[in-house]
């Protein structure tokens, strides 16, 4: 209550927001151009006509494709809950210091990337489909799935969902049993909130961290957390940067109990999909949580070029993590037809039911959009 009284007072005193938000046009300050609404970095600012609360609106990003930006109209922050307070604040990637551990992680997120390309709805999302005589690209963020999906990057998570926030504020991961536990030890808590400055979403050269959108992908979980993505450079605490505020609580067993049932035991922020049950049961075998496809390896050296190969396999090596030659992983036919084509339709309808165009045709193009499954340019997306 107290954050949330506090965010309101400061939106109303933010001008920036007032004026923004009335724009039928939107000024990109980096640029120095008029952008129409879906391309404007303050979109989600706005609220779409009949938007539920909560709800995904499209945005065009400065790469030209669009993502599905959880809303802000009437949020001047972003939330992160802790059930324990650490100083410093730090990506996971990050707790320990070994650079073979960060590759590895890194080659484990590549080899990620290439198995989410195997799933008809990414491959959708990156060829693009045609709404209403507008084509959409939409982004598909490997790096954030990555984060959601138990592995270590740079990566902070933020939400635009304060109750999302309270949600992991008074739990902790069981890794073992793959839930989230309520917490039960005797350290304060903690709730940051961290403001949402005009140029927010612009590149910060040389600043050390960069905050970006994961929102709604086609793996539900980034979606069902309302998530927002701070990636950090090594040696940065969270706890120190300008924009970062935070309260800390003494947990009272009742209330973590109250919060626990409310998310339904956590299954309301941890969705049980092809994803989680594919990259879990990896990360928990003895043998394929030290093994990468040698694509893998490929696809992280043209994001690293400027060490060789033979570097990257020999550093690998020293990690003990074995690369084969067995070719890339792939969802199987079986995975495939449990979580996403026996049930495509309701699958498909559940993804669209708060996603929202910010544009005078903003209705028609849901329209389209919830329709996709049937036209017919598109339907080997959705059906075998």
């Known amino acids: 209550r107290f954050i949330t009284a506090y965010e309101k007072r400061r939106l109303a005193d933010d001008a920036f927001r007032a004026y923004i938000t009335d724009l039928p046009y939107f000024a990109d300050l980096e640029h120095r151009i008029f952008r129409i609404s879906w391309a404007s970095p303050y979109v989600a600012l706005s609220s779409c006509r009949g938007m539920k609360e909560n709800g995904f609106v499209v945005n065009q990003l400065q790469s030209g494709r669009f993502n599905l930006k959880p809303c802000l109209c009437g949020h001047k922050f972003l939330f992160r809950g802790q059930a324990e307070y650490y100083s410093p604040c730090v990506p996971n ?30 491959r959708l999302f990156n060829k693009g489909f045609e709404l209403f005589n507008d084509y959409f690209r939409f ?21 635009s969902s304060i109750e999302a926030a309270k949600f992991f504020a008074v739990t902790t991961f069981d890794f073992d049993n793959n839930k989230y536990v309520p917490y039960t030890g005797d350290k304060l808590g903690v709730l940051y909130f961290y403001d949402i ?12 961290y960069q905050l970006s959108t994961i929102g709604k992908q086609p793996f539900m979980r980034s979606g069902a957390q309302h998530g ?13 940067l300008k924009q970062v505020r935070c ?23 941890q969705s049980d999909d092809i994803l989680q049950h594919y990259w879990y049961n990896k990360l928990t075998d003895p043998v394929q949580n030290r ?9 992280n050296h043209k994001y690293n070029p400027k060490t060789s190969k033979d570097e990257l396999l020999r550093q690998l090596k020293e990690a003990d993590v074995v690369v084969h030659n067995n070719g890339v992983p792939t969802f199987s036919e079986d995975a495939l037809d449990r979580y996403y084509f026996k049930n495509v339709r309701e699958y498909w309808a559940d993804f669209c039911q708060d996603v929202y165009f910010f544009s005078p045709e903003g209705r028609v193009l849901r329209r389209h959009f919830i329709n996709l ?5 598109f339907r080997q997306y959705f059906y075998r």
């Open 93 to 122: 990637m990050f707790r320990k210091h070994d650079e073979d551990y960060f590759l590895k992680y890194n080659i484990f997120s590549c080899e990620m990337q290439l198995l989410l390309d195997s799933h008809p709805l990414v």
């Open 139 to 159: 982004e598909v963020n490997y790096g954030g799935l990555s984060q959601h999906y138990y592995n270590k990057t740079q990566f902070l998570e933020l939400t």
């Open 197 to 208: 400055e005009p140029n927010a979403f612009v590149p910060r050269k040389g600043a050390g």
């Open 228 to 240: 927002y993505l701070l990636a950090m450079e090594h040696g940065l605490d969270f706890n120190t």
């Open 247 to 269: 309260v800390f609580f003494k947990h009272d067993k009742a209330i973590t109990q109250r919060i626990y049932d409310e998310s339904r035991q956590g299954e309301l922020y």
């Open 291 to 299: 093994t990468v496809c040698m694509e893998a390896v490929d696809l």
């Open 373 to 377: 499954p049937d036209d017919r340019r």
